[in-house]
């Protein structure tokens, strides 16, 4: 499957990027990222246009990268500045650089065509910056699987019964049907559970007395940033999909980076309108979610595994798929019309 490349990816938390040379591998591509003096991260395609040398052996120089073969220095907008020994600097001496939008503690990267760069479409939630609600940056999680299946997953709430049977899911919701819609962006896949015990992620805080209404929300925005709304509220005939607010409601966000074909990271924090302010609570559903999201990877990189041998029978689609199937042709297309 092919990458999207007119769009925003996440090249790190903003805590990933300081004053030193960072290398990193964004579509199959090699960037070498660093913060500026004034606080700005600078990405530039980490290859020295002389010998290939990459830039990130060479050396930061104020916010100037010396190539660490021949010492050609670079700026942060990519143009050469110097070339020691020569005083003409000939104006094809410049590496690309890469448009940059950093928010909420997010690092965010252009990787298509310049004229194309609009930051108005990079990914945002209003309950980031709400203070009636608490974000929490998790880890960057390294699956050895290509973004298309780890995205997949995101959109997809019948594994959760069988992938997180002691953390997400539980049994009482495995027949439970799922609804869809797929035309728009983002796609989403979602259900409401009735009248049900409330799931190990949350019976171990002891939220509820008694059985809850529980709902999954999977929105999956093109081309790779998950956003997973699920909660429960004590079981009531009238709670609704607007009433999800009354209940204890949380965010989990994914956003994937696709590294290469078969390898992707995924960062992801989580939003919640539930105990705001307690640092302990937050870590306490970090390892929670830790534990909950190992079980996707295991998964994830054993289909990779399977998915990279040769083909010995066809896959069969089912009918909790359809989010999914959306989701490929979407993607397919994008980046079809990228080549024309
Ligand atoms: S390889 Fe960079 S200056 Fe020669
Ligand atoms: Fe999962």
Known sequence: ??????????????????????????????????????????????????????????????????????????????????????????????????????????????????DKVDTSTVFDLPQISDPAWDGHQGDALHIKSSYINVAENLVDPAHVTYVHPTTLGSASHANVPVEYETKGDPILAYRWIRNAPPIPFFAQFDMFEGNVDRWQYFYLHLPSTAVVDFGSADADPDSTEDRRHEGVRMFSLHFLTPVSANYTIDRWMHIRNTRVGDEEFARALDESFRAAFAEDKDILEAVQVEEEKPPTGSRIQLSIDQACIAYRARIAKLAEAEQL
């Open 1 to 114: 499957m092919a990458f999207v490349k007119n769009a925003w990816y996440v090249a790190g938390w903003s805590g990933e990027f300081e004053h030193q040379l960072h290398r990193v591998k964004i579509l199959d591509e090699d960037l070498v990222v660093y913060r500026t003096s004034t606080g700005e991260v600078a990405a530039l395609k980490d290859r020295c246009p002389h010998k290939l040398l990459p830039l990130s052996k060479g050396r930061l120089i104020d916010d100037r990268i010396e190539c660490g073969y021949h010492g050609t220095t670079f700026g942060a907008d990519g143009r050469c500045t110097r070339i020691p020994g020569q005083p003409r600097i000939p104006p094809t001496a410049c590496v690309r650089a890469f448009p940059i939008h950093e928010r909420h503690g997010i690092v965010w990267v252009w990787m298509g065509d310049a």
